[in-house]
């Protein structure tokens, strides 16, 4: 078994530190032709990753207790193993809520759109919008981040009940009204830069600096997937962990106004159930069955009806031995499935079930 504290004697421990060294010996005394410093260096690094999960296994399936411990993995430690890695607190600046700060440039404007929408510049943030029009536009367009969305859409979304001429006058004015709304990040004519007219259609202008969290979230869930089809899943949990951390709520949550929102909305919400699971997943067969728990219950906040979630649920009590708490997981995923779903649980539900009342025999289902 792999173990970096106690190398045998004259063994250079294994380290993220010396992965370079090893790969630069092996490339150049190994004689192999066609491997390159790099393609080594990633091979070393995977063969570590899957040592390391393979020992966090190893511990949590023994049921002698003597299993070597293993220092859980903050974020930031995770992604000290590659040095190409993101770092480990989101960029370019924390999440409003977490109260860290960050230095950033004063001229990137952050949108905030998981959640409470904030729009800031520097030390500035708007706190007050000219009108509820100019709000509803703005939402519209981040609705359709990186696309122009034609006049018609944005008048049939805010004023549906108006006339054609009545709705082009007020999306006109609403504009003017957005644009002097965001003057208050910058100079007279910052508004203007923002909010391009083009063809009949609007849009957010991108040629500018602009950091957007919904974007950030995305850009760790895709990197985590990436890792993991490489075989690196330590680095993957990483990005998972930092894609967490930026949802905030959804997608600009309580705002229902058309459709592409909506669709949008929902398609976040997929992506962090996905990324809820993985977390939970590793934490179990980490041994760290509390943050298990934690990330299995954030799963069933957003969807009660999710039998996995229930199902790590009860399995983390059966590892902690808690089973009266075990068997009210059980029988909350029971009667939810039931008035939700009309349906019953699953046998994999059913032996955890039965693993938890196998010493007993008194306990119905």
């Known amino acids: 078994m792999l173990d970096r504290d106690n190398p045998a004697p004259g063994e250079t421990p294994a380290s993220p530190e010396n992965l370079g060294e090893t790969a630069a010996r092996l490339d150049l005394n190994s004689g192999l032709v066609g491997i390159t410093y790099g393609q080594i260096k990633d091979r070393l690094q995977q063969a570590v990753d899957l040592l390391l999960d393979g020992q966090r296994m190893l511990r949590s399936l023994s049921n002698s207790g003597t299993a070597e411990t293993i220092p859980q993995l903050s974020a930031t430690q995770f992604a000290s193993f590659n040095a190409d890695a993101p770092p480990a607190v989101a960029t370019p600046i924390a999440s409003p809520e977490s109260g860290a700060s960050a230095e950033v440039s004063p001229s990137l404007l952050r949108i905030y759109t998981l959640g409470r929408l904030q729009i800031c510049r520097g030390d500035r943030e708007i706190t007050t919008w000219r009108s509820n029009r100019a709000r509803g536009i703005f ?26 001429d009545s709705a082009s006058v007020s999306l006109r004015v609403a504009t003017h009204e957005l644009r002097q709304t965001l003057n208050a990040l910058g100079d007279d004519s910052f508004g ?11 849009h957010l202008n991108t040629d500018l600096p602009v950091w957007l969290d919904v974007e950030q979230f995305e850009n760790h869930w895709r990197k985590g997937q990436s890792l993991e089809k490489t075989g690196r899943p330590l680095l993957a949990i990483a990005q998972y962990q930092q894609a967490e951390l930026l949802y905030q709520g959804d997608f600009l949550e309580m705002d229902p106004y058309d459709d592409a929102a909506l669709i949008r909305r929902e398609g976040l919400i997929d992506i962090y159930l996905f990324i809820l699971g993985k977390v939970a997943e590793y934490y179990y067969y980490a041994a760290d069955y509390e943050s298990c728990t934690e990330f299995s219950c954030r799963i069933l906040v957003k969807d009660k009806c999710r039998e996995d979630a229930y199902q790590r649920l009860i399995a983390c009590c059966l590892k902690l031995g808690q089973r009266s708490r075990g068997l009210r997981w059980y029988q909350i995923c029971q009667e939810t499935l039931q008035r939700e779903l009309d349906c019953q649980v699953s046998p994999q539900t059913q032996a955890l079930y039965h693993a938890l009342t196998a010493r007993h025999p008194s306990s119905n289902a």
Request: aromatic share 8%.
């Open 139 to 164: 939402k519209l367009l981040l609705a359709h981040w990186g696309r122009p969305v034609p006049r018609e859409v944005i008048t049939d979304a805010l004023w549906p009940d108006s006339s054609v």
């Open 192 to 202: 203007a830069r923002c909010i391009l007219v083009k063809d009949g259609k609007y």
